[in-house]
Every structure is written in structure tokens, then in C-alpha cells.
């Protein structure tokens, strides 16, 4: 029988899973998911601006763009003050997402490893804390003694793979094999051990494989080679995944609607732009006394009088400009502002990377890509080479481009299109979606429930 509104809905979260090795000639022998499209729909998701693990899962499941929830990476701004930067935790996301307003409907939801879930936070049902959550010793769990209870029927809760930019790559491979099975056990248990409605959870080994084996998928990343003890590694996870999905499916019943889907997907890093050295060749940021060494930027003393522009690293680059009258010692005129973001937003775009050729940035204003900007946001969103190049904020530094990762070992950076699998027993015949938004899954997932969809939401249901 047709589902207009499911009973209950399964949603599988693949931290980074890319739609390569899942759509298409290039996808792997995955039978679980490949069911799934067949009787459902399926395809590439869009992830926001900035793709990355956070604020992308919140967006997701608040159906609202970075700006709205004032989360712009990672670690964020707090104030307009020269502080460093702080992670931005579940205390930090102020709008509510769809188990709030499933719970608030009176449905019954279990949540495993969803980022930005701790501190942990009432929900009508359960709850079990991911990314960012300090350690197991700490109340990450709601109602709290389920964190004993899970203890004692799973032996351990693994909370994402530790040292995952490292040289050891069998460790690492058993520790990323070892969370993936763990959080599927963990979700196994509670699915059996507890009523819901709604249940989902997030898988973060995707990610950490893909930053530590892409190069052994990908004939096109620069450190390609051609078999080799990693060359199957990626294959063979995708595979182990997607039969621990299948059982997960079973366990949930034909009568249950399933999303998979990921925050983001992931592509060949050929390298890093230093962000702070390319501001201080260019003349917008002067440090007191210059490094002897490579160093983090916040290791070195600013010369905030005739600094204009300081800039941040990660998976793309932050540019902040000192403001007179909104930074302590600002020197940027507010009648300058859009002068000088469009002065160095030219000059990013026009940037030539080591072979001479353009590199093909992009220097984004965030009032120009978010419905509202709340909170500190970045002055320019700058994404390097198309995300083939990530920021690295290190100063001190002989050139502009790095190699290597400042943070480790590192195969790949972020992508925009990450993967959308639903299949909620309706005759969808296998059909491919296009122009799906990271912002439709909130929303569809509400429509499927039953439950009335806030007016605020920015995406739209696809049922």
C-alpha cells in the first residue's frame, strides 16, 4: 500500500558520503541502496555555504542556511573582538530542527551521533550525542541514565574515529571499520529496545575514510597510484556499509520511510592557499614582527593599526576586515567596506595557482547567498581551485600554496553535492530528482510525518 504519510521515518545519515560511488558508471555494487532508488527517488543533494559537517547537518534539519542559524563553520566569531574563534556546539543552534517539532507534535524520536546534539538537549524520546561530544564520561546521552543502559548492552560508545589524520593507515582503517560498526549497533539496539517515531542517525566514517584513502579511488588526485594495498579500501567500506544499512532497513519494517542521505560529498585536494600569507603579501594585514618559522596566525602579535584584513583557514577561507567602530582598533572605514570587499574579492578571483594559470576562486559576500545574516559572520566566504584547495591560515610561510595540510595528513577536501536516497512507498519507479537542496530534507520529512511545516522553513517538501 501507497504511504501519502508514514507511520514512522528511517533517516540515515553518511557524514561525506559522495554520489560517485554511489550514482552512476563509477558507483559501487551496493544492493541495499540500489533497492532503495529502484522502488524510490534518488540524487545529488546540495549541500549550504559553507559544505561542511557544521553548521550542514543543522541547516539540514532546521531547514535553514548558515546565515539564519549564525553558524559559519566550526569555530565561529563570538563577538566583534580579536578573541580566538570558538566551536560552535548544539547550544549554539537557536532554531529548531525536526525532532523539535516532531517532539513538540507529540512523535517519539531516537537520535544517534548527530552533530551538534551536545550539550544534549530534552527531546520527547532519546537521544545519544555525536561530533564534538567531549568523551563518554560526560552526560551524552538524554534522558541520561540511557548512557549506563547503552553502555551495558553495547559495551562502548565510540563518538568518531580518533586521530584520523595520522600515517597509520591499518590503524586508522580498523578505527573507521570499528565506528561504523559501532554506531550501527548501537542504532540496532536502541530501534529494538525503544517506541518512535522517528529515528536517525549519522555516520561519520565516510568522512574520515575519504580524508585519509581518496587518493586511492580517484585515478585523478595527484597521488594516485594504481593498486596497492589501499586500492580497494573505499570499495570495500561502501560495501560493509551499505549491508549494515540493509539490516538497519529490515529491522525498521516495510511500513517505515527511508531517507539516506550526506551533509556534503568530497573531491581530490590538490593543495592549500594560505589565506594570511597572501593578506600580508597583498598588503592588507601587518604583523608586528614577522615569524622565523611557519606559525598559526594567532601565535603571532597583530599590528591592528594598519591591519585591514585577517583571514581564517579550514575547508574554505574566512576574510574578516577591521572595522572602525565595530572591531576594538578598526582602521576600515564603514563608507569603505564595500570598497575594499570587492577590492579583494577581485583580486582572490584573479589569483593564478604555482602552474601560473587561474585558479578559479570564488569570494562570496555573505548577504548575497543567505536569506538573513545573524550572529559574526565572515565578511568574505572565499572558496579556492572550485574546493580542490583548501585555507590554511599559517603565516611565516615561503609561498602562497602548500603541499600538505597544516592539520595532517590529508586526501580530500569538501564538495557541494552530497547524496539524496528516499524511498517512503510510493510508486516513484526509480526516478532520478534534480535541483534537490540540502533544505528539502527538514520539510519533507515533516510532510511525510504528518506534521504541519513551519512558514520560516527555507526549503521545500518533495512529497
Known sequence: MALTQSKRVLVIGLDCAAP????????????????????????????CDPPITVPAWSCMMSGKDPGTLGIYGFRNRRDRSYDPMAIATGA????????????????????????????????????????????????????????????????????????????????????????????????????????????MLVEMGVDRLHHAFWSHADASHP?????????????EYY????????????????????????DHGAKAIHGGVCVNQWLIEEGYLVLE?????????????????????????????????????????????ALEIEALRTEIAGKIEAMAGPNGKC????????????????????????????????????????????????????EANHDFDGIFIMEDGADRRGKCLNDLNLLDVAPTILRLMGVKIPADIQGRSIV
Open 223 to 235: 597521488k594516485h597510484e594504481s593498486g596497492g594495498p589501499y586500492a580497494e579500501v573505499v570499495r
Open 289 to 333: 614582527e614577522p615569524p622565523s618559522a611557519p606559525v598559526p596566525l594567532e601565535e603571532c602579535r597583530i599590528d591592528w593599526g594598519r591591519t585591514r584584513a585577517w583571514g581564517s583557514g579550514g575547508y574554505y577561507a574566512r576574510i574578516h576586515l577591521n572595522v572602525r567602530g565595530r572591531e576594538p582598533l578598526g582602521v576600515v572605514d
Open 92 to 199: 549554539d543552534v537557536r532554531e529548531p530542527r525536526v525532532w523539535d517539532i516532531l517532539s513538540e507534535a507529540g512523535k517519539k524520536v531516537v537520535l544517534i551521533g548527530v552533530p551538534q546534539t551536545f550539550p544534549v538537549q530534552p527531546v520527547n524520546g532519546c537521544l545519544v550525542s555525536g561530533l564534538l561530544t567531549p568523551d563518554t564520561s560526560s552526560t551524552f546521552t538524554f534522558p541520561a541514565e540511557l548512557g549506563r543502559e547503552l553502555l551495558d548492552a553495547v559495551g562502548d560508545y565510540i563518538i568518531d574515529v580518533p586521530e584520523f589524520r595520522t600515517d597509520d593507515k591499518e590503524g586508522l582503517l580498523e578505527r573507521i571499520h570499528a565506528l561504523m560498526n559501532n554506531r550501527f549497533d548501537v542504532a540496532s539496539y536502541l530501534m529494538g529496545a525503544k517506541a518512535w517515531d522517528f529515528f
Open 359 to 410: 585558479l578559479g576562486n570564488r569570494a562570496l559576500k555573505p548577504e548575497e547567498i543567505y536569506a538573513t545574516v545573524t550572529g559574526v559572520a565572515p565578511d568574505l566566504i572565499v572558496y579556492y581551485g572550485d574546493l580542490h584547495w583548501r585555507s590554511i591560515g599559517l603565516v611565516g610561510c615561503d609561498s602562497v600554496f602548500a603541499a600538505e595540510n597544516d592539520t595532517g595528513p590529508d
Open 20 to 47: 560517485r560511488f554511489v550514482f552512476g558508471p563509477e558507483g559501487f555494487d551496493l544492493p541495499n541502496l540500489r533497492r532503495l532508488m529502484a522502488s524510490g527517488c534518488w540524487g545529488r543533494l546540495r549541500s
Open 239 to 262: 560495501q560493509e556499509l551499505d549491508g549494515r544499512i540493509g539490516e538497519l532497513c529490515a529491522q525498521a519494517g516495510d511500513d517505515t520511510a527511508v531517507l539516506v542521505v550526506s
